[in-house]
Nanobody, 118 residues
Framework: VQLQAWGGGLVQAGGSLRLSCVVS????????MGWYRQGPGKQRELVAA???????NYADSVKGRFTISRDNAKNTVYLQMNSLKPEDTAVYYC?????????????WGQGTLVTVSS
């Protein structure tokens, strides 16, 4: 299973970016899909994710600005980021849990850098 993420870049404060992450490989289904980020000198944190029940979970710091979505037919998860702030600067990672047989496996994408200038 491989995850490929893209869409990061340099943007001014107040701008928008859309991150995408496609999952490829052999698996039965995808359960959880989400985005995490790791800022300079910080620990990796949850940004937004779909829970196993199908609902969404957002970090308080991004509520109302970021929107997570998924296209199951394309095995892709997106993160629309609006009203970006300098504190959103981080490497963003997608994370998925796939089902293979009777087991679940979690995978991380390679990360895509988002830099927000003030």
């Amino acid at each position: 299973v491989q995850l490929q993420a893209w869409g990061g870049g340099l943007v001014q404060a107040g701008g928008s970016l859309r991150l995408s992450c496609v999952v490829s490989g052999t698996f039965f289904s995808i359960n959880d899909m989400g985005w995490y980020r790791q800022g300079p000198g910080k620990q990796r944190e949850l940004v937004a994710a779909f829970t196993s029940g199908g609902s969404t979970n957002y970090a308080d710091s991004v509520k109302g600005r970021f929107t997570i979505s998924r296209d199951n037919a394309k095995n892709t998860v997106y993160l629309q980021m609006n009203s970006l702030k300098p504190e959103d600067t981080a490497v963003y990672y997608c994370n998925v849990t796939v089902v293979a047989g009777v087991l679940e496996f979690a995978y991380w994408g390679q990360g895509t850098l988002v830099t927000v200038s003030s």
